[in-house]
């Protein structure tokens, strides 16, 4: 049979789709299975996990990033100032919290938080944190009703209502650009109205399900105050206190809601806040704030907590009465905290920045230390706000 002119050029296409069919066969299988090297083709590093993404992250930071990680903030006004951005880039701080003094409206918080985290310095994001715990203790009553207290919703028993609180809590926090709660509350008892309850049970199931619900809008919450301020009797705003109850008082009671939380709770959703009480059974020479025994004996060793760990404000008189600024974050991250929080005066913020830089600087604070919490704030960073 005679073929055409037309049919033979039919014939030689299909022929050269062909050879490059099994040309790009053949050099599939040798770089698969033979471990070829081809030009311009590198093999596929395997994917990180969040923690080496951490690391390597924290890796390429300097000195002064590092610890500008480590301060949260207050600021002032609403809208930013000279001072703000002369911390947020200069020092590379890494949280801000919002209070009254900054919160007009819904739309003018979200246009804040916005221009907060465009002015930052870095790619990492900031923790902008609010306290939005209900009843009394609550920001913007004017503009946005607060949710119920904790005693309030504890005295009806039903810790889903608390849960679907929070949601909507979380909800409306995002919205106006905040994505850290300094909530819920985790004392037994504490004046006035904002414990669950006494009982630590009904505590613990309290907080589990406010948790659940903030975790739902990825809002990384807080639970507060470690090792438990409900007996205590002067406020710690004012000046110090100690607590004299023996440690096994302590675990049947206090300790029982954060033992819960740090048990059946994943540690990367929350943060512990650590109070600036004495508890004599613990360490009966520092407040909880400013104690190893506390802050690394006790949570991190013996309950196993390696979440992130934030200080009560250092401006409470509870501890800025007895210490000057430049030594009290110092003093507390090496107790064991990550995060230390100033809510007020720039120079008291600036103190505790450079107090901090200096003891790595010359050695008062090992560079592993540093890094080591750096890492937490990075890698809680990583997994709830990029």
Not at 5 to 15: C, D, L, Q
Not at 72 to 94: C, F, H, N, P, R
Not at 146 to 168: D, I, K, M, V
Not at 264 to 290: E, F, G, K, Q, R
Request: net charge negative; proline share 4%; charged share 20%.
């Amino acid at each position: 049979m005679e073929i055409n002119k037309a049919e033979r050029g039919t014939y030689r296409i299909v022929f050269i789709f062909l050879l490059a069919v099994a040309a790009a066969a053949a050099f599939y299988i040798q770089g698969r299975y033979m471990g070829a090297d081809t030009a311009g083709v590198q093999p596929q590093a395997p994917s990180l996990t969040v923690d080496e993404q951490a690391a390597e992250i924290v890796a390429g930071m300097t000195p002064e990033e590092k610890i500008g990680q480590m301060v949260m903030m207050g600021v002032q006004g609403t809208a930013i100032d000279a001072d703000t951005l002369k911390m947020l880039q200069e020092y590379s701080i890494g949280g801000i919290i919002l209070f009254d003094r900054n919160m007009e409206s819904k739309a003018q918080v979200q246009g804040f938080t916005h221009a907060l985290q465009e002015k930052r310095a870095g790619r990492l994001p900031l923790f902008v944190a609010v306290d939005e715990e209900g009843g009394e203790v609550a920001r913007m009553k004017q503009e946005w009703p607060p949710p119920p207290s904790a005693r309030e919703l504890g005295t009806q028993g039903n810790p889903a209502l608390a849960e679907q609180w929070a949601e909507r809590t979380g909800a409306e926090l995002k919205e106006m650009g905040f994505n850290m709660n300094f909530a819920p509350v985790a004392d037994l008892g504490l004046a006035p109205q904002r414990s669950y309850s006494q009982i630590p049970a009904i505590v613990s199931a309290f907080v589990q399900s406010v948790g659940k619900g903030y975790e739902r809008e990825n809002i990384v919450y807080t639970l507060k105050h470690f090792p438990g301020i409900g007996k205590g009797q002067m406020d710690s705003h004012v000046d110090a206190s100690r607590i004299n109850a023996e440690y096994s008082q302590l675990a049947a009671e206090d300790l029982q809601p954060f033992h819960t939380m740090i048990s059946d709770m994943d540690a990367d959703n929350y943060l512990i806040m650590v109070s600036h009480l004495t508890y004599t059974a613990l360490d009966a020479d520092n407040p909880a704030s400013l104690s190893y025994q506390v802050i690394t004996g006790l949570l991190r060793q013996k309950m196993g907590y390696q979440g992130l760990v934030i200080t009560d404000d250092m401006e409470m008189g509870a501890v800025s009465r007895h210490y000057a600024f430049r030594e009290l974050g110092v003093k507390a991250v090496q107790a064991g905290a990550d995060m230390v929080l100033v809510c007020h005066a720039y120079e008291h913020e600036a103190a505790v920045y450079k107090g901090l830089l200096e003891a790595l600087r010359n050695g008062g604070i090992k560079q592993e230390r540093i890094d080591e919490s750096v890492r937490r704030i990075v890698k809680m960073k990583l997994l709830h706000l990029i």
